[in-house]
């Protein structure tokens, strides 16, 4: 790729001195003598937008990520003019710039410094494509750290590295390979214990470098475009991360199958290769929610279409896979087949929807149907027309979730692997080119893609998957993590993906269980499952041109991890539907890397294998052939060892020993775990109770159970149900109290409190201040049936 770099380098230019300024009702602008004007506009105390332009005045505000559904205000914004400086100040941050050069400076109101310009905003002239090149760099201290940038697959801290943002099919990708399928262009500072965002809110193609270059300077730049971010202060991690989610907006909850285990492969078919697999997963009674089917179910790799000789009655397979408790997905490229026979290629032909290059003809590039043609999903008449080419197989075939792949765009058998940069694009009524519209091209296909999915499953939720995603794609669809690998090396790639998508604000996401290139052995395929239900989006998938990837391809202890792991997943899915909730409404990521968890703790700065899963339960996966168990850091609190009960406490390493049918696992005392009984698939079994696993603490922790019609959008009505229990221990007393919310009645009647690790001897229990009966002998094993409605719960020792 010729970047306008190498083709001429013209020199900066940098902003010169500040003339005066302006304000209105929640923005400054800074005018310079030489036609820059800085527009910095608070959006928040603690969120700050700063926009440059060169040419004296602002183009048209658009952008794809920004939420626009999201409040904004302020308690504070004073500005004043000091000798040397401006100052704006919120009752969060002040911000100062420089008159001489419009350099900024961000400290917290005590003074403590968090951000300043090294060389601040500066800018290259394009000759080639017109506008800039944009650039800012930021001084940076010893001891920075740098985290989040969506999928890249490299250490959690990129301290010392420089990423690029281009939407890239990459297929068999390696550790630290540049670009990936997805573009996060923001990133987390960490310095002196406090916590700091940037959002570089710009869809061309941006680098970001982390002390690569210099060794105290950060920098970001793209190749066209404005130089448009936003500055988010902490000073707590997960300050930065929700403010961010706020700001490119949240999912809403997915249907609850949808967090239940997935089978995929490239490709099961025809029909009876689909119900042998589905048939064994019944039959070995391994949990399974969901079955893929890969580009060859198509006609000819025509969207839309079945090949009848491998599918000739999909509506009745589908309807027969659903009694059986499985939702079928199925894949849709970008790629429409040039074929005057095929209705649409015909359609979007009649009505000129597909991308042109700058010339006129339509863009042409071969994919799985052959050449094919591509609809522009920045227009928004594209997007409609694509959500209305969903209504056969969601409405009337009763597909229950799309899968959209290849959209960054790929394109085979060409140089760069994507469109030729003239292509044009509608950019919803700015036209440009694809240089601008190429990393949001496969969002705004899922987009396009979700809203024909949940127009025609209404009053069901949709389920959309994605490998391509630029911030904010999180609002319609989940995603995967591409083409991995099946290699020990492509585990450790994965969970720290997973962590690093969370803390980006998309969170919905999970790898190719066991890789999708290459074979796994069947110690890495069971160490992979056993990571990857603790994943958001959990699903096996491989290339299947390295033979099988179904649990029963490997030996029977595989077969009985798979199990193992996946029954506990499914019992967990009420913690995890809480998790999700939590997202949706707080912005709360569902994987808390440790360095979110405590950031005050410098060992935990460089940790990557140990992450939250949710609030209380910590994991590690073993990442090695033949592991007895492992090293691994426990962070700050007290906690217990899922499998032995054990209690440890944290800020320091420990070896943790393991069996083969186990990971580290530890539960964070006080914590109160919701539970369902095991279920084949999500739905199957009405039960009358679930367990709450309750594990002592001396002293006080919330928890918290969401639950809903688990489908469906009562829940935007009200119609939920959300608990919050308050645990107190003390030497001889455990109290729960419980506050509800919400106006969803659950289906079942009672909570069997499962109690952990209890320093005294029960003598009385109360519940709601009534004396409870209990047979002591069988209240031995600490197990306890109540009503699910009770507010106190309180066992005495006294
Ligand atoms: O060029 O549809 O990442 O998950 O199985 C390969 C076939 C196209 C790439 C996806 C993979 C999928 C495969 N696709």
Redesign the pocket.
């Known amino acids: 790729m010729i970047t306008n770099t190498e083709l001429e380098y013209k020199g900066d230019l940098f902003p010169s001195k500040v003339t005066g300024f302006s304000k209105d009702v929640d923005s400054v602008y800074f005018n310079t003598d030489n036609n820059v004007i800085l527009k910095i506009t608070v959006l928040r105390d603690s969120l700050l937008r700063f926009r440059y332009t060169t040419k004296g005045y602002f183009s048209k505000d658009f952008s794809y990520a920004i939420d626009k559904t999201q409040s904004h205000g302020f308690n504070a914004l004073e500005v004043t003019e000091e000798k040397n400086h401006y100052q704006i100040q919120t009752s969060k941050v002040i911000c100062k710039v420089q008159k001489a050069d419009l350099r900024i400076s961000l400290t917290d109101l005590d003074g403590q410094l968090i951000l300043d310009d090294e060389k601040g905003f500066h800018w290259e002239e394009s000759y080639h494509f017109g506008g800039n090149i944009v650039k800012m760099s930021k001084a940076s201290r010893d001891g920075e750290s740098f985290y989040g940038m969506g999928d890249k697959a490299s250490h959690a801290n990129l301290k010392g590295k420089r990423v690029e943002n281009w939407a890239m099919d990459q297929y068999a990708f390696h550790k630290d390979q540049e670009p990936l399928y997805k573009v996060v262009p923001f990133y987390i500072g960490l310095h002196h214990k406090e916590a700091y965002g940037i959002f570089f809110d710009n869809t061309f193609r941006t680098f970001f470098d982390f002390c690569h270059e210099r060794r105290n300077v950060t920098s970001f730049w793209a190749e066209g475009g404005e130089m448009n971010y936003y500055f988010i202060y902490g000073p707590a991690m997960s300050d930065v991360v929700t403010t961010y989610t706020h700001l490119t907006g949240k999912p809403e909850m997915p249907p609850l199958w949808a967090l239940g285990y997935h089978q995929c492969k490239?490709s099961y078919f025809p029909e009876s290769k689909v119900r042998e697999i589905t048939g064994k997963f019944r039959e070995l009674r391994i949990p399974c929610d969901a079955i893929y089917l890969?580009?060859d179910y198509m006609d000819g790799f025509r969207c839309f279409t079945w090949n009848k000789d491998y599918f000739p009655d999909p509506k009745k397979m589908v309807a027969e896979l659903a009694e059986d408790g499985f939702k079928t997905v199925v894949?849709i490229d970008p790629g429409i087949k040039i074929d005057k026979d095929y209705w649409v290629y015909q359609e979007a032909l009649d009505k000129d929807y597909f991308c042109k290059r700058a010339d006129g003809p339509y863009m042409k590039g071969k994919v799985w149907p052959g050449e094919c043609n591509f609809p522009d999903y920045t227009n928004p008449a594209v997007r409609e027309w694509w959500a209305g080419l969903f209504k056969e197989l969601i409405s009337d075939i009763g597909v229950k979730g799309v899968w959209n792949?290849?959209n960054e765009p790929a394109v085979m058998e060409v140089p760069g692997k994507t469109f030729p940069m003239d292509v044009r694009h509608d950019y919803d009524g700015n036209p440009c080119s694809h240089r601008k519209a190429h990393n949001i091209y496969g969002t705004q296909m899922a987009r396009a893609t979700y809203e024909g999915v949940k127009q025609f499953a209404y009053p069901k939720r949709p389920f959309i998957i994605t490998?391509s995603a630029y911030s904010g794609a999180q609002k319609y669809t989940s995603s995967w993590t591409?083409?991995n690998v099946a290699s020990w090396e492509h585990l450790w790639i994965a969970n720290i993906q997973m962590q690093r998508m969370s803390i980006s604000g998309m969170g919905f996401t999970g790898s190719d269980i066991g890789g999708?290139a290459e074979q796994p052995s069947g110690e890495l395929y069971a160490r992979w499952i056993q990571l990857g239900v603790f994943h958001p989006f959990c699903r096996t998938?491989s290339?299947g041109d390295h033979g099988d990837q179904e649990p029963w391809s490997f030996d029977v202890d595989v077969i009985d991890i798979t199990r193992k792991f996946v029954e506990l997943r499914y019992q967990l899915l009420p913690y995890l539907y809480t998790m999700f909730w939590e997202y949706i409404n707080d912005g709360v990521p569902m994987l808390k890397p440790l360095v979110y968890f405590d950031q005050e703790d410098p060992q935990t700065h460089y940790r990557t294998d140990e992450f939250l899963f949710g609030n209380h339960i910590l994991v590690c996966p073993i990442l090695e052939p033949n592991a007895q168990g492992r090293r691994m850091y426990l962070p700050i609190g007290n906690w217990y060892n899922y499998w032995t009960g054990e209690v440890v406490s944290g800020r320091k390493e420990l070896w943790v020993k393991t069996d083969y049918d186990q990971i580290p696992i530890f539960i964070k005392e006080g914590a109160i775990i919701p539970k369902y009984p095991v279920q084949q698939y999500v739905g199957e079994l009405q039960f009358d109770e679930i367990s709450l696993d309750v594990y002592f603490k001396l002293g006080k922790e919330n928890s918290s159970l969401y639950e809903d019609a688990q489908d469906g959008y009562d829940y935007n009505k009200g119609r939920y149900s959300l608990s919050t229990f308050r645990l107190k221990g003390s030497e001889k007393n455990l109290i729960v109290q419980q506050f509800k919310e919400g106006k969803y009645e659950v289906p079942y009647g009672k909570y069997r409190i499962n109690l952990h690790a209890l320093p005294f001897k029960v003598k009385r229990i109360y519940v709601d201040n009534e004396r409870a009966e209990f047979d002591t002998v069988s209240f031995d094993g600490k197990t306890l049936v109540i009503d699910k409605d009770f507010t106190e719960l309180h066992i005495t020792a006294e």
Request: proline fraction near 0%; charged fraction near 35%.
């Open positions: 490239w890969d580009i894949i792949d290849m490998r591409g083409d999708f998938h290339s």
